[in-house]
């Protein structure tokens, strides 16, 4: 059974800095990342991260947050430093699978329980 745990997050003030982790079990997976969703909006992605450490990351945070991963651990990263009040959000990390159903591959997603990031202003 494949599980995604988060830790980290809370209340961080504008300009500070968070890291998430979120630990796989059951499973590894090549790529992983993360997601956010704020309140009245649709889930985002934040950054993803492959087992060869290529990294994607939305444009509202490049240069400002940075996935990583520690592939023995199956664990990923996501450190944010220059928090911004519009980063408040549940953070969500994802990792996914390809699954052969008999005819063609389908992906499988799997999500962490979801972590709330709230920067104060």
């Known amino acids: 059974q494949v599980q995604l745990v988060e830790s980290g997050g809370g209340l961080a003030q504008a300009g500070g800095s968070q890291r998430l982790s979120c630990a796989a079990s059951g499973s590894t997976f090549n790529v992983m990342g993360w997601y956010r969703q704020a309140p009245g909006k649709q889930r985002e992605l934040v950054a993803t991260?492959?087992?060869?450490?290529?990294?994607n990351y939305a444009d509202s945070v490049k240069g400002r947050f940075t996935i990583s991963r520690d592939n023995a651990k199956n664990t990923v990263y996501l450190q944010m430093n220059s928090l911004k009040p519009e980063d408040t959000a549940v953070y969500y990390c994802n990792a996914y699978s390809m699954v052969w159903t008999g005819t063609h591959l389908s992906k499988v997603d799997y999500w962490g329980q979801g972590t709330q990031v709230t920067v104060s202003s």
């Open positions: 991260i492959t087992a060869a450490d290529n990294t």
